[in-house]
Each structure stands twice: as C-alpha cells, then as structure tokens.
C-alpha cells in the first residue's frame, strides 16, 4: 500500500508536469531564435534571486506546515501573514539595491529588469503556504493541473508573444510576473487557507523552529545551484551567461519533470513516517529503485541525442553548448537522486547536518566552475558535474544512516539500473553515433537511437523479468491505467478547518 500511494503521487505529479515541461520546451524553441544570448543573460541573474528569496520563503514556512504531524489554523495564519509580510519588505530591499546589482554583475541595463521583475515576490512568497497544504493533502492532482494553467496562460504565452514582437528581456519577465499572480490566485482558492489574524503568536515558534534552519539549508542549496551562473556571468560576460542559463534550462526540464515530482510527493510522505525507520527505509529504497531503473538510463539516452535537441531546440546559432548540455544531461540521475536521499533529511528533522552538506555543495560547485572556466562552458560543465557526484553520494550516505540501511541494497538497485542502461542505451548509442553534418541526419541518426532505447524499455519494464523491472514497471502501469484514482487520503490528521 505504501508503495502504491508513492507511485500514485508520483504519477500525478510526473503527468502534469510532463504536459508543462512539453510546454516550456515548445515556448523555448520559439524564444530562443527571437531572444539573443546577451537577452537570456540579463534575464538570469532575475532567475537566481527569484529562486533564493523563494527558496527562503518556502524554507521558512511552507515546509514547516508538511512537516508538522499536528497543524492548527494559527499555523497556517501565522505563516500566511509572515510570508506576505516578508514578501514586501524583500520587493521593496530589491528594487532599492538594483543598482548594486547591476555594477556587481557587470551588466548594463539589469537594475530595471531586476525592479520591475521584483514585483513578483508577493505572489511569489505568498503561494507557498496554500502549496504545502495541498501538498499535506496529497492534492497533486490539484497542484499539477494550476501549475500548467499557470505556467502555458500566464507565462508561456504572453512570452512567445512579446518575444515574437521583439520585446527581448521584458518578454521573459512580463511572463514570469504574470505567471506567479495567476497561479498564486488560484492556489489561494484551492486550498481556502484561514487568512484570518492569528489568535496565538506563540505558534510562531513552532514554525521558526523547523523552518529557520530549513530556511538555510533552502538558501544554501539555491546558492549551489546558481553559484555556477554568477560565476559564468562575472568571468565570461553576458552572452556566455545566455548560452549557459539556455544549457541549464534543458538540463533542469527532466529534473523539473521527474525530480520536483518525487521531492513533492515523497517529502509529506516521508514525513509522517519519520518515527517508522523501517518503513521510511522502505519508501526510500522505492525512490531510489525509479532512479536507477528509470532516470539513469534516461540520463544515459539525453547524452546521446544532444545534438539534436540542441539544434532542434534552441536553433543552429547555439551549437556552442551541445557538449556541455551533453555533460550536464549525463548527471541528471545525480541531481534527481539527491532530492530524494536530502528529503530523508528533511523529513527527519536532521537539519544541521543537511546544512553543513549543502555548504560543501556550494564550495565545490563554486570551485568547480572558477576552475573549469578556463576552458570556457565545457570546462564549467565538467567542474559543476564533478561537484555534483561527491554531494550526491554524501548525501545518500547520510541518509542511509538515518534510516539504518546499508550499501548493499543501494549496490543492487544500481546495478540493475546499469544493466537496464547498458541493454536500453548500448544500441540507441551504436545507432546514434551513424549521422552526418547536416541536421536532418542528425536528427534521423538520434530518433532511431530514441525509438530503439523506447523499445527496449517497454520490453524490460513490461515484459522483463521482476527483478530486472523493478517499481518502475508499478508506477508506469499506474500512469497508464484508468481503473482506479490514483491520489488517496492522507494518513496523517489534516488541518483543521482549512
């Protein structure tokens, strides 16, 4: 049952975001031959302090109200009232330091884009809260479907739009603004949070308590995250801060796909089973079994076809970031595989040691990237890859210890999932490897290779033997079936009166 209600969440959440992320391909291949390099470049450093300030907000709130096994209404109004306040005062520091901003990355004409996009962080800080909640109540039905209205009304839309016109930049941000209202708009009507003054302040420490140190860990995860884009833009300039934002957004679109799938569904659920250890061991080794049965041969075909969905994607002017897309496509399964073992710790309440992981991240994505950019992206690819790995395994070593398992299940589970690769992805890469120079052969050489790899993977997934299939064969049976809902109840109590 355990299994199911995880592989029902995750389906749910896989669907609709496979439907956004079709979406934000197609937008991104009509932007990206009206939206220069530079034009991508002023717009990232919007991205980065967007998603810190996010990831404070959700840290310090959002997350708290999952965690909790106990929620009461002045736990959500103490929330709700915290973050739009905090919302107002982080718009109003923003736009008065965008001139900082500007001179400190070097980049004519930001401070108005960073002013303007700042208006976002209302909706942006506020939409947390209604998030969790819906989250608590496993409504990932729900979440998907306002998170692609959203993203294809308020955002994808108006950008194609205005990017057609030759609006640049302002496209990508008038998007992005509109985009964060609608959904906030919508999220606030689902979930019908009491917004009401809260009666009993004192609740705010219960609050504070989780979501302090979780606030730090979010924000020195978005640091590692982005720590890379900083440096790309200060060393190698604007362009080279285009074409490398452009790399990372195809690199994130199978981890926003599958990755921020499983961290929503896996984290209420890990933690109302973070006093189970056994069974939190068990729901763990299933996340991990759909990383290396599913997503390591994925990461194994997007190396292969690069070129292609490059050329496809982004246009023939952006030839220059096939092989770092190709290196950075290669580690997908890690950054996947991390949100899973870091939600163990999460769940777990084990925050300070999560904290000091998430530093090290930081320092070795930092030193990776300095280092390798003196072999411009390729170089910078290599560097944050590296970095990427060691925290992976850190990451899963410290979440075995927290649920006391052991290597030797991991050593199964991921040699099962370098066979299932070797078998699926060995032929699509034989195949894959006969193009020629133009882009019709490459493209013709790379859908071979993609209908041999998708080939391969219905026969061991549906026909293979049990051992080899794995929960991957349970959870694409359950997206492909009708029979019966696939979101279920919460376990734990929840909220009261929301």
């Given at each position: 049952?355990?299994?199911?209600?995880?592989?029902?969440?995750?389906?749910?959440?896989?669907?609709g975001?496979?439907?956004?992320?079709a979406?934000?391909?197609?937008?991104?291949?009509?932007?990206?031959?009206?939206?220069?390099?530079?034009?991508?470049?002023?717009?990232?450093?919007?991205?980065?302090?967007?998603?810190?300030?996010?990831?404070?907000?959700?840290?310090?709130?959002?997350?708290?109200?999952?965690?909790?096994?106990?929620?009461?209404?002045?736990?959500?109004?103490v929330?709700?009232?915290?973050?739009?306040?905090?919302?107002?005062?982080?718009?109003?520091?923003?736009?008065?330091?965008?001139?900082?901003?500007?001179?400190?990355?070097?980049?004519?004409?930001?401070?108005?884009?960073?002013?303007?996009?700042?208006?976002?962080?209302?909706?942006?800080?506020?939409s947390?809260?209604?998030?969790?909640?819906?989250?608590?109540?496993?409504?990932?039905?729900?979440?998907?479907?306002?998170?692609?209205?959203?993203?294809?009304?308020?955002?994808?839309?108006?950008?194609?739009?205005?990017?057609?016109?030759?609006?640049g930049?302002?496209?990508?941000?008038?998007?992005?603004?509109?985009?964060?209202?609608?959904?906030?708009?919508?999220?606030l009507?689902?979930?019908r949070?009491?917004?009401?003054?809260?009666?009993?302040?004192?609740?705010?420490?219960?609050?504070?308590?989780?979501?302090?140190?979780?606030?730090?860990?979010?924000?020195?995860?978005?640091?590692?995250?982005?720590?890379?884009?900083?440096?790309?833009g200060?060393?190698?300039?604007?362009?080279?801060?285009?074409?490398?934002?452009?790399?990372?957004?195809?690199?994130?679109?199978?981890?926003?796909?599958?990755?921020?799938?499983?961290?929503?569904?896996?984290?209420?659920?890990?933690?109302?089973?973070?006093?189970?250890?056994?069974?939190?061991?068990?729901?763990m080794?299933?996340?991990?079994?759909?990383?290396?049965?599913?997503?390591?041969?994925?990461?194994?075909?997007?190396?292969?076809?690069?070129?292609?969905?490059?050329?496809?994607?982004?246009?023939?002017?952006?030839?220059?970031?096939?092989?770092?897309?190709?290196?950075?496509?290669?580690?997908?399964?890690?950054?996947?595989?991390?949100?899973?073992?870091?939600?163990?710790?999460?769940?777990?309440?084990?925050?300070?040691?999560?904290?000091?992981?998430?530093?090290?991240?930081?320092g070795?994505?930092?030193?990776?990237?300095?280092?390798?950019?003196?072999?411009?992206?390729?170089?910078?690819?290599?560097?944050?890859?590296t970095?990427?790995?060691?925290?992976?395994?850190?990451?899963?070593?410290?979440?075995?210890?927290?649920?006391?398992?052991?290597?030797?299940?991991?050593?199964?589970?991921?040699?099962?999932g370098?066979?299932?690769?070797?078998?699926?992805?060995?032929?699509?890469?034989?195949?894959?490897?006969?193009?020629?120079?133009?882009?019709?052969?490459?493209?013709?050489?790379?859908?071979?290779?993609g209908?041999?790899?998708?080939?391969?993977?219905?026969?061991?997934?549906?026909?293979?033997?049990?051992?080899?299939?794995?929960?991957?064969?349970?959870?694409?049976?359950?997206?492909?079936?009708?029979?019966?809902?696939?979101?279920?109840?919460?376990?734990?109590?929840a909220?009261?009166?929301?």
């Amino acid at each position: 049952m355990r299994g199911r209600s995880v592989g029902a969440g995750f389906a749910w959440a896989s669907a609709g975001r496979l439907t956004l992320q079709a979406s934000n391909l197609a937008a991104l291949m009509i932007t990206s031959r009206f939206i220069t390099p530079a034009e991508f470049g002023l717009f990232a450093p919007v991205v980065i302090l967007a998603s810190l300030i996010h990831a404070a907000s959700e840290g310090a709130f959002a997350t708290a109200l999952m965690q909790r096994v106990e929620l009461t209404d002045d736990h959500v109004r103490v929330s709700f009232w915290a973050s739009a306040t905090t919302a107002v005062v982080m718009m109003a520091a923003l736009i008065a330091a965008a001139p900082l901003i500007e001179k400190g990355f070097g980049f004519h004409g930001l401070a108005p884009v960073i002013a303007v996009a700042s208006l976002l962080l209302p909706a942006r800080l506020v939409s947390a809260v209604p998030t969790a909640l819906l989250q608590r109540q496993m409504r990932f039905r729900d979440l998907a479907s306002v998170t692609l209205f959203a993203a294809i009304v308020g955002k994808i839309i108006p950008t194609v739009i205005l990017a057609v016109r030759g609006f640049g930049e302002w496209a990508l941000v008038i998007g992005f603004v509109g985009q964060t209202y609608l959904e906030v708009a919508i999220l606030l009507y689902l979930a019908r949070p009491r917004m009401g003054w809260p009666s009993d302040w004192h609740c705010a420490r219960d609050i504070l308590s989780f979501g302090g140190r979780f606030t730090l860990i979010q924000s020195v995860n978005q640091v590692a995250q982005n720590i890379d884009n900083v440096i790309v833009g200060r060393l190698l300039g604007p362009a080279a801060l285009g074409f490398y934002s452009r790399v990372f957004a195809l690199m994130m679109l199978p981890v926003n796909l599958l990755g921020s799938s499983a961290q929503q569904v896996l984290f209420p659920r890990f933690s109302r089973l973070q006093e189970d250890r056994p069974a939190l061991r068990t729901e763990m080794h299933l996340a991990l079994d759909l990383v290396t049965g599913l997503i390591l041969p994925l990461s194994a075909l997007l190396a292969i076809v690069t070129d292609s969905l490059v050329l496809l994607a982004l246009g023939e002017n952006w030839s220059p970031v096939i092989m770092p897309t190709r290196i950075l496509f290669a580690m997908v399964s890690f950054r996947i595989g991390y949100k899973v073992t870091e939600t163990v710790a999460f769940a777990t309440a084990s925050l300070t040691p999560a904290l000091f992981r998430q530093a090290g991240y930081a320092g070795l994505i930092a030193l990776g990237a300095l280092i390798g950019s003196r072999w411009d992206l390729t170089g910078v690819a290599v560097g944050v890859g590296t970095a990427l790995v060691i925290f992976y395994f850190s990451s899963l070593h410290a979440a075995l210890r927290l649920v006391d398992g052991g290597w030797h299940t991991i050593g199964k589970l991921y040699a099962r999932g370098i066979l299932v690769t070797i078998l699926a992805a060995g032929p699509a890469a034989v195949i894959g490897a006969y193009t020629g120079q133009s882009l019709q052969a490459r493209v013709a050489a790379d859908t071979g290779a993609g209908l041999v790899f998708v080939g391969v993977m219905a026969l061991v997934l549906f026909k293979g033997p049990r051992w080899l299939a794995g929960a991957s064969r349970d959870v694409l049976a359950r997206m492909t079936t009708r029979r019966t809902p696939l979101v279920k109840a919460p376990v734990a109590p929840a909220p009261a009166e929301i």
